[in-house]
């Protein structure tokens, strides 16, 4: 079993930036894509972002472009979420995620992962 915890969330104001983490107990951390999902309430959850196993694939919600960048750090085993300029509408709950195997395929379907952390919350104020 794979536990994943974020943290980082928290209170801000329109136009603030926020890095959320994640660590991860993967053994074999570096072979599996990241993400992170997000559920805003009375919504549906969504996906955010994406990171290949390496770091050097990318993808975005095209509501997050230009404003947010994924990373990861393979020796620690932990992926980071950096949102800049944070809107209302970005308050959520944002969820880390391990996808199922080592490709990048289907990657906007939630059940293209097995492993969910607990949710941590962004709270933008206007």
């Known amino acids: 079993q794979v536990h994943l915890v974020e943290s980082g969330g928290g209170l801000v104001q329109a136009g603030a930036s926020l890095r959320l983490s994640c660590a991860s107990s993967e053994d074999n951390f570096s072979r599996y894509p990241m993400g992170w999902f997000r559920q805003a309430p009375g919504k549906e959850r969504e996906f955010v972002a994406i990171i290949g196993p390496r770091g050097s694939y990318f993808d975005y919600a095209d509501s997050m472009k230009g404003r947010t960048a994924i990373s990861r750090d393979n020796a620690r085993k932990i992926i980071y979420l950096q949102m800049n300029s944070l809107k209302p509408e970005d308050t959520a709950v944002y969820y880390c995620?391990?996808?199922?195997?080592?490709?990048?395929?289907?990657?906007?379907?939630?059940?293209?992962?097995?492993?969910w952390g607990q949710g941590t919350q962004v709270t933008v104020s206007s």
């Open positions: 995620v391990q996808k199922r195997d080592a490709t990048l395929t289907d990657t906007y379907r939630q059940d293209s992962y097995p492993y």
